[in-house]
């Protein structure tokens, strides 16, 4: 019988090709709108590392004070020594402290002009805990760590750019130069946002390329390249700074479950006590421990204007369907002497039901393909709204073209109710009366 109702339904379509492309067009029109947007959304708001999201966490020791902080919140970093007590104290399996640098590469062909490379001066731990796959090579070791040796972890976009793609464990790089020795090629690091850099373009940016020791980044001095605030002025010179209460380091521990992340804070409220005991905090222990996904929702990560983009969207869609609700209830009121008739010859409620809803669900797949289609130019024009790097992140893939026809079949069907309600109240006595 649905065969059949579908038949019926192609055929009433086609009795008014007007209507029915009208309807097709803002339905399609509606739902592109919304995918379109929703792609921005969901790339821009999805867990960028799965399966170790919930156990990675960052931590924040507050050095300022209620009088320095926002609203009762740590600032966004650590000083150099809280940082390098979390350390020291090896309270979670893995650890490590972590800011980003700016290097420059000198190539080795004279006639290339140097680069400048993002990087993160971090500890060996962090390659595991961020889940970072080696092409060649491997990390350094925890002795390279505490020796502050000169060995470098470079990504695959470097290691093409310097080594032509080769293998290049082993030979040094220059980096300012000084000579390093490579250890390793780490495969392109795709997690968006990038959640432990979300100063620079908001973690949406392109991935750093270069790991350096922690260690051997503070004995360089090499001046950090994202976000560093200092609420009391230092003496001159880098290593003052880093010895200050300066604020640029952020400190990432893997917790494996709830146990550890319970005697986690602890710690970090037992490390703030006693720095209180101290002298140096004049405050009750001020500390935090967010997990990825909840570092991000605090950090407001979501551009604005893709939230936005989302509810106008919606809105544009409930629009098209209101209009579509007209247009189907006018259609099918017209038809109200053939229901009569089939009513009269024994149609139920029910096959009246079964009969309009499938138009409409024609309705909706037609507008549905048309939907993808609008999708995909859709897609070409959101770099015009959003900046490069979040417009990039957004693509047209199975899932979201399976979406976009349902969400056009559902849709129409829905509005399809109320209309349909209307065509199953029609009395047959009535219609066979003035026919």
């Given amino acids: 019988m649905l065969a059949y109702y579908f038949q019926l339904g192609v055929m009433s379509l086609r009795r008014n090709p007007v209507l029915t492309l009208l309807m097709v067009v803002v339905i399609g029109v509606g739902v592109a709108a919304s995918m379109t947007t929703y792609a921005v959304f969901r790339a821009t708001s999805a867990d960028p590392i799965p399966g170790k999201s919930s156990q990675l966490f960052i931590a924040h020791v507050d ?3 209620p009088h320095g902080n926002d609203e009762g919140e740590p600032v966004k970093w650590n000083t150099w020594r809280d940082a390098m007590a979390l350390q020291q104290a090896h309270q979670a399996p893995r650890q490590s402290a972590l800011y ?11 006639a290339q002009l140097a680069q400048l490379v993002r990087g993160y001066a971090v ?24 020796a502050r040796s000169r060995v470098v972890v470079i990504g695959r976009d470097v290691n093409d750019r310097v080594f032509g793609g080769a293998n290049s464990v082993g030979r040094e790089i220059d980096l300012d130069g000084k000579r390093f020795r490579v250890v390793g090629v780490v495969e392109r690091f795709q997690a968006r946002p990038r959640f432990f850099d979300l100063d620079n373009r908001s973690g949406f940016g392109d991935m750093g390329d270069l790991y350096m ?42 917790l494996p479950d709830a146990a550890a992340v319970s005697r986690y804070r602890n710690f970090l409220r037992d490390y703030a006590a006693g720095q209180q005991s101290a002298g140096r905090f004049g405050w009750a222990p ?6 990825v996904m909840q570092w991000l929702a605090y950090r407001h990560v979501v551009p604005p204007e893709a939230r936005m983009s989302v509810v106008i969207a919606l809105a544009f869609l409930v629009i098209c369907l209101v209009n579509t609700i007209g247009i189907l209830l006018a259609k099918f009121m017209r038809r109200a002497p053939e229901i009569g008739v089939r009513r009269a010859l024994g149609a139920s409620r029910r096959e009246i039901y079964l009969q309009f809803l499938m138009e409409a669900a024609t309705v909706g797949l037609a507008g549905g393909v048309l939907g993808v289609v ?16 979040i417009a990039k992140l957004a693509h047209l893939d199975l899932s979201l073209l399976a979406l976009t026809v349902a969400v056009a079949l559902l849709s129409t069907v829905i509005a399809a109710f109320y209309p349909t309600w209307r065509a199953a109240q029609v009395q047959p006595a009535w219609q066979l009366k003035s026919a």
Avoid: H, K
């Fill in 63 to 65: 050095n300022y004070g």
């Fill in 100 to 110: 980003p640098i700016a290097v420059s590469i000198e190539s080795e062909d004279p």
């Fill in 123 to 146: 500890f060996t731990d962090i390659f595991a805990m961020f889940d970072m796959r080696f092409v060649y090579g491997g990390t350094w070791s925890a002795q390279d760590d505490e």
């Fill in 213 to 254: 020791p922690f260690n051997r980044a503070i004995e360089d001095s090499r001046q950090p390249a994202g976000g560093n605030v200092c609420n009391r002025p230092s003496e001159p010179g880098f290593q003052n700074f880093v010895r200050s209460e300066c604020v640029f380091v952020s400190f990432w521990a893997e």
């Fill in 286 to 291: 001020n500390v935090r421990l967010r997990n």
């Fill in 374 to 389: 609008l999708t995909g130019v859709g897609m070409l024009g959101i770099g015009l709204v959003f900046e490069p790097a």
